[in-house]
């Protein structure tokens, strides 16, 4: 076997003035050429070992680092970031502190430049990295112009100009719409398959890439619990971190069959040989507007949330919102999908009353509470217990934090936290509105957020969720809405919509063919094993059983 | 969030001076600026005034330019009130505002408000050169030429350009979740104070990402930036020669007397048929690079 381009032996690293390591007695090698996915909940370990692989720790962070990691033969203890950014390209979460240039060919330039590269051989990269990623389209166009998939594929441009020997990805596709991120993996794979890039990547949508990869090293607490190919990987995190397990893995164990799939591919074959797959879903008769103007008609007659030919248009730009019509009934819940651009955030703005429609109309029968995207953007005090009522913050399960900084609570506690408030109130809100909450968060985080929101929409409020996560939108939505360009292209029910689809579709839909509408594992394996038992019995477009709380876990 | 255009920021464009390289660009901005700084004749400012907004127009970034006048006006009034107020000089008194104490006599004179006028008229120009340099020059190229001399402080500034709108828009995200509180944004002192940390810590912590990000891509190691060899095109040589003639113009009227000025202690203005051959020939030499519109895409 060749020599490990990156090789950990026993490191322990402990962040400056924390009390517990980061990283405990981790023993790692990566081969060049490996396709290696770092799984693991958050707060375990995948960013600070990543970080460690490129120097950053320590050189960057500080803190106490015992053992030694060599990265293409360099002691990072020796070697700084910089110098070993000629054999690691880096990419982290937020595209938006990645983007240091004015335009996109300066970007991609100024690695090469400023590893004292000539004129010539800078022309030459960067037009071979535009290329290679097929942004040669955007090499002059101005990086603050640029959408958030674009600019994720110029900071991993820029991360690979200087053709590095390992790339080292943090959460990239966290920040990117199901198209963009998906587009992102397949970019990664070919460039492994192609050019031998190694390829490290941490990433909680492990569905994603799953199928992508050679190797999945799983973290616990600091320490690699896992190092194994993805079926060893599923195995495992089927028995110790159920958290990590796909929904394809956990279709599958909850349908008594074994192996568990990487993907959705694998996952077919296998059913199809236990002639379990059942038949595709047949697309939907009736257009769908024609049925929500039917259900709008027999819906409640006090709506939560109308909206009624709302535009939104910029002076001397373009229109965002282009006459939404959009009724929410109280305790309904609906999933708000579409790719980045198309005007969710912006509607959610709307009804929360912070933009005023340019045309058309917004109306709600009670207060708007909006929890945006970025939790950490709602604290502004010291204390926990300064930010929200003790009620809110009992209702939250936060009063034993109520003395710590915000700042240090755990991501699904700060998600917790902002909710508590913009929900804190003398009277509970008519409408939930949030965007995009549950970027960055592990599965555990976020089956704790469905639950949390479907127990307040059996009280009555209606929820809005902006979302590019498909399975979260079926743990918490009886309905979905797909906007593209500013309009309603798609509004039905969840099973309908997210059965029915390539992106926008759940992993379990995907394998199923969106048969019987099953959007989650729970329904998936109840129809596979109806199928198992009586084959021929088996009708296509089955109603799915009825969701448990125990299945969004 | 859609955002509309941002007029403020540089965008290649269809238009001459965007196809020519940055070095010349700038030293056509600064050739401008010079003549503005040597000319004191308020004919010869207009009409470096009115061809620098032709020539914006002639850019595409007439919107940006026409944002940046009305920036102008607003700074032109209080200069020439403090030179009025201020300047103890000039013949002509038009109002008296009697012993001011340590101030003296407040007699406000027709030259001081005439001086004061010339000069917010310079700074009106200025304005304009820097704001057309800004929107139509490129600012990587020009702070790659400068990296050839500071890589560091040229990478800084470039950064500082780069995250003003990054900045922007956080405390924008900041202050509209603090809207989307039940009881609306904080108010008072103490609040406005805890939100402005928060933006601080926040701005602190989107810094220590930038700075990773730069570790990563050697910063720590870099070089000078190499040479770029470019074959100079129409536009760069009209640029050039027109930067030239400007600079050449205003030194010649500066040293001929065809555009005196002075203010103090009585208004004197040399107008005459050489002062109008003066602003003609600077408005064209100003704007005759916009004419050739051969080879300007992008």
């Known amino acids: 076997m060749s020599e490990p381009l990156l090789r950990m032996q026993e490191l322990t690293y402990t962040y400056p003035g924390a009390q517990q390591p980061a990283l405990a007695h981790v023993n790692l090698e990566i081969h060049p050429g490996e396709f290696c996915l770092l799984a693991g909940l958050s707060g375990h370990g995948k960013s600070t070992l990543l970080r460690a692989a490129c120097g950053l720790v320590p050189h960057f962070h500080g803190g106490r680092f015992s053992g030694r990691v060599t990265l293409a033969g360099l002691d990072t203890r020796e070697h700084g970031p910089s110098r070993l950014g000629a054999f690691a390209g880096v990419l982290f979460q937020d595209p938006e502190t990645q983007l240091v240039m004015g335009s996109v060919r300066a970007e991609l330039a100024l690695a090469l430049e400023s590893r004292g590269h000539g004129a010539t051989a800078v022309a030459r990269g960067v037009e071979e990295v535009a290329l290679a990623l097929g942004i040669d389209a955007l090499l002059d166009r101005p990086t603050h112009e640029l959408s958030g998939g674009e600019k994720q594929r110029v900071a991993l441009g820029a991360a690979l100009a200087g053709r590095p020997r390992i790339v080292l990805l943090d959460e990239p596709t966290s920040q990117l719409d199901p198209v963009a991120g998906d587009e992102l993996i397949g970019l990664l794979r070919r460039l492994n398959q192609e050019w031998e890039t190694t390829i490290l990547l941490a990433e909680h949508r492990l569905e994603r890439c799953l199928s992508a990869c050679d190797r999945v090293i799983a973290m616990q607490h600091g320490a690699i619990a896992s190092d194994s190919d993805p079926e060893a990987f599923l195995e495992w995190a089927g028995r110790s971190e159920p958290a990590l397990q796909t929904p394809a893995a956990k279709l599958f164990a909850l349908a008594g069959l074994h192996p568990a799939p990487a993907g959705v591919r694998q996952a077919r074959a296998r059913l199809r040989t236990h002639g379990a797959l059942p038949e595709e879903a047949q697309p939907a008769v009736a257009p769908p507007k024609r049925r929500e103007r039917r259900r709008r008609r027999t819906a409640a007659a006090a709506p939560a949330l109308e909206c009624r030919g709302l535009w939104h248009e910029i002076p001397r730009g373009p229109a965002i919102l282009r006459g939404i019509e959009l009724r929410l009934a109280p305790g309904e819940s609906v999933a708000l999908m579409g790719r980045n651009g198309a005007g969710k955030s912006t509607l959610l703005r709307h009804a929360a009353g912070l933009l005023q429609p340019t045309r058309g109309s917004v109306r709600c029968s009670g207060r708007v509470a909006l929890l945006l995207q970025n939790p950490g953007d709602y604290f502004i005090h010291e204390r926990v217990g300064a930010e929200a009522s003790p009620a809110a913050l009992a209702a939250a399960g936060l009063s034993a934090r109520a003395e710590r900084n915000p700042r240090d609570l755990s991501g699904g506690e700060r998600q917790r936290l902002a909710l508590a408030i913009v929900t804190d109130g003398a009277s509970p809100p008519a409408v939930l509105a949030l965007d995009e909450p549950t970027r960055g968060m592990d599965r555990s985080a976020k089956a704790g957020l469905a639950l949390e929101l479907r127990r307040r929409a059996a009280t009555g409020q209606a929820v809005i969720i902006a979302t590019h996560d498909p399975e979260f939108a079926a743990a918490v939505a009886e309905r979905a809405v797909l906007l593209a360009d500013g309009r309603v292209i798609a509004d039905g029910s969840a099973a309908e919509l997210l059965a029915g689809g390539w992106y926008f579709a759940t992993e379990t839909a995907r394998i199923l063919g969106g048969a019987g509408g099953a959007l989650l594992p729970e329904q998936g394996a109840a129809l596979i094993a109806g199928r198992l038992a009586a084959p021929a019995a088996e009708p296509a477009g089955q109603a799915p059983p009825a969701i448990s709380p125990e299945a969004i876990r | ?298």
């Open chain 2, 1 to 298: 969030m859609g955002m509309g255009p941002r007029p403020l920021f540089y965008r290649r464009l269809r238009s001459p001076l965007h196809a020519t390289r940055a070095g010349v660009g700038v030293l056509w901005a600064l050739s401008l600026s010079a003549a503005v700084l040597l000319l004191y004749h308020p004919l010869a400012l207009l009409a470096l005034l009115c061809a620098v907004l032709c020539a914006g127009v002639g850019a595409g970034v007439g919107r940006g330019l026409a944002r940046s006048m009305r920036a102008a006006a607003f700074l032109a009034l209080p200069i020439v009130l403090v030179n009025v107020l201020v300047s103890r000089q000039g013949l002509t008194v038009f109002a008296r505002l009697g012993d001011l104490g340590p101030f003296g006599q407040g007699d406000l004179t027709v030259e001081a408000l005439a001086y004061g006028a010339v000069i917010a008229l310079k700074v009106t120009v200025l304005l304009a050169v820097t704001t057309l340099a800004s929107l139509a020059v490129d600012p990587d190229e020009t702070l790659r030429i400068l990296r050839r001399l500071s890589f560091r402080s040229a990478l800084t500034a470039s950064l500082a350009t780069r995250m003003v709108p990054v900045l922007g828009a956080d405390a924008q995200r900041l202050a509209e979740a603090q809207r989307t509180r039940p009881r609306g944004a904080p108010r008072g002192a103490r609040a406005r104070l805890a939100v402005l940390t928060a933006i601080i810590s926040g701005s602190l912590d989107r810094a220590l990402d930038v700075a990773a990000t730069l570790e990563v891509r050697g910063f720590a190691t870099a070089r000078r930036a190499p040479r770029r060899p470019r074959p100079w095109s129409r536009h760069d040589i009209a640029f050039l020669a027109s930067a030239a003639a400007i600079l050449a113009l205003a030194i010649l009227a500066r040293v001929s007397g065809a555009a005196s000025f002075t203010a103090y202690p009585e208004l004197r203005a040399h107008v005459g048929p050489a002062t109008v051959a003066l602003c003609v020939a600077l408005g064209v030499a100003v704007i005759l690079p916009f004419a050739d519109r051969r080879g300007i895409d992008p």
